[in-house]
């Protein structure tokens, strides 16, 4: 039986930072431009975030040698401060992160919705790669 079910795919990272942190620095467009892409040769000169149900988000992500970017943004479908952000990107993926304490850190796990241009595997693992930035920028500041 074939399903309409776009694939879910789970990314996370146990922070050692209070959630206070770790949420702000998810959340403020300074330090996301810090975090946010997935290699070294990439970087996000750009972001911005209304962080509130119906607000809207963009980030700018581009290759460093200029060959190539794009935006990615969508729209906030739920807000709850120091515990859950979900969104609707342009596509109509959904993705939804949630915060949780775990010992003194912080626990970010992130689903999204699978695309189907690239395999599942090579999405993990870029979202991945951006989770684990975050984390060590996090971590480092």
């Known amino acids: 039986m074939e399903t309409n079910q776009p694939t879910k795919v789970t990314v996370q990272a146990v922070i050692q930072a209070p959630m206070e942190k770790v949420w702000s620095y998810w959340t403020e467009p300074e330090h996301i431009t810090k975090w946010n892409q997935a290699s070294e040769d990439w970087h996000a000169p750009r972001a911005e975030n209304d962080l509130r149900a119906g607000g809207t988000f963009v980030t700018r992500m581009e290759a460093k040698d200029g060959s190539m970017g ?22 109509g993926r959904r993705v939804e992160i949630t915060f949780a304490a775990e010992g003194q850190g912080t626990k970010v796990v992130e689903t999204f919705d699978a695309e189907s241009s690239h395999p599942v595997e090579f999405q993990q693992a870029g979202w991945q790669a951006i989770m684990d930035n975050f984390k060590k920028y996090v971590e480092e500041s």
Do not use: K, N, R
């Open 70 to 91: 794009f935006d990615f943004g969508g729209v906030y479908d739920e807000v709850q401060t120091h515990e859950l952000i979900s969104y609707t990107m342009g596509d």
